[in-house]
């Protein structure tokens, strides 16, 4: 494996509003190699996802920031080439967060390993992986589902979305999703088999959308949106109603704060619990999140859409698609083939 060379994305400037192509930076970089408990993994999958937009602006989060000259980090799934260590062996197929290069020479530990008997490798970067545990968490523990209610998801085609309405309909839900076009929004309702979807770019007045899908209110909201969906959601939530705050996708490139839901004092009124969650803080749910997605995904019950890059130099473009909507399900980046070692 020597004079192997890596190809991998760097970021060139810290992006101001909606992100650009020349905020990325392709570059080349030779592969080290591994030392005393390191492996050697090559990289077949990587993901991109909306919460590294924040890691792209010069502050303090839940997670660090992203270095101008230094390749950008993320969900990857590769295979292991070479091995220094006992707990990885050549051919393992593994999950990192060292996505974004197509090469990763690390610690055995930064690596963990995946069943490829359980799903498509690549689905561990969505359904089985970070996206499905953060419907899972959100949907069971944060949202406190009871079997029966009636549920309401924003972008419920994207990479969470389409997990939580699936979960939710399993526990005998009824769930209505938003999404912004028809094709997602048949897909919801053929495919994943949600009751309503609501094209949210063509239905007018969302409020009134909303209501008229929930005549008896809503149990629970799952937040992917923000903005006018949040308000909507909590104009027809039921007293004691639940709001999970994933995520507000509609407000990562703005570059003033925006305003607060005009009509958050109903909150009070209608004693309604809204907490917003970061997946990493639940990972005790693992096993049962496993246990419960393995079933449905063996029985056919728990379907998911991809859209996918073909290459890393295309990374930067997957990225710029989740802000969009010209993605579909999953946004993935295919670097190399399934099997090499």
Not at 158 to 175: D, S, T
Not at 252 to 260: L, Q, V
Request: net charge neutral; with cysteine.
């Amino acid at each position: 494996m020597s004079n192997l060379v890596s190809k991998e994305i760097r970021l060139k400037s810290r992006p101001v509003g909606m992100p650009k192509d020349s905020d990325f930076d392709l570059a080349s970089t030779e592969v080290k190699q591994p030392g005393a408990g390191e492996v050697l993994v090559r990289n077949i999958w990587m993901t991109v996802d909306p919460y590294m937009r924040g890691r792209m602006m010069d502050r303090e989060s839940y997670v660090p920031p992203f270095q101008i000259g230094e390749v950008l980090q993320g969900g990857a799934i590769g295979q292991v080439v070479e091995s220094k260590s006992d707990k990885l062996k050549a051919g393992d197929y593994v999950q990192s967060m060292w996505g974004w290069r197509e090469y990763a020479t690390e610690k055995a530990e930064t690596f963990q390993k995946v069943d490829p008997s359980l799903g498509p490798i690549e689905a561990y970067l969505g359904t089985l992986g970070m996206p499905g545990m953060t419907a899972y968490a959100g949907l069971f523990r944060i949202g406190e589902l009871k079997d029966g209610d009636s549920v309401f998801v924003s972008a419920a085609s994207g990479a969470v979305g389409q997990v939580v309405c699936q979960l939710a309909k399993a526990h005998g839900c009824y769930v209505v999703g938003s999404a912004g076009s028809d094709d997602k929004c048949e897909w919801l309702v053929k495919e994943a088999g949600i009751d309503k979807a609501i094209n949210y770019k063509t239905c007018g007045d969302l409020n009134k959308a909303v209501g008229a899908a929930f005549p008896k209110g809503i149990d629970v909201y799952f937040e992917n949106v923000g903005g006018a969906h949040l308000e909507a959601a909590i104009n027809h939530m039921k007293p004691f109603g639940r709001l999970a705050l994933c995520g507000m996708i509609s407000q990562y490139n703005d570059t003033m704060p925006a305003p607060g839901p005009s009509n958050i004092i109903m909150a009070v009124g209608k004693s309604l619990k809204l907490q917003g969650f970061i997946v990493s803080n639940h990972l005790d749910m693992i096993p049962a999140f496993y246990e419960e997605m393995g079933k449905l995904i063996k029985s056919g019950e728990m379907k998911w859409q991809e859209t996918v890059e073909e290459g890393i130099e295309n990374a930067p473009k997957a990225f710029l698609k989740l802000f969009t909507g010209s993605n579909t399900g999953k946004m993935l980046v295919k670097i190399g083939p399934d099997k090499a070692v």
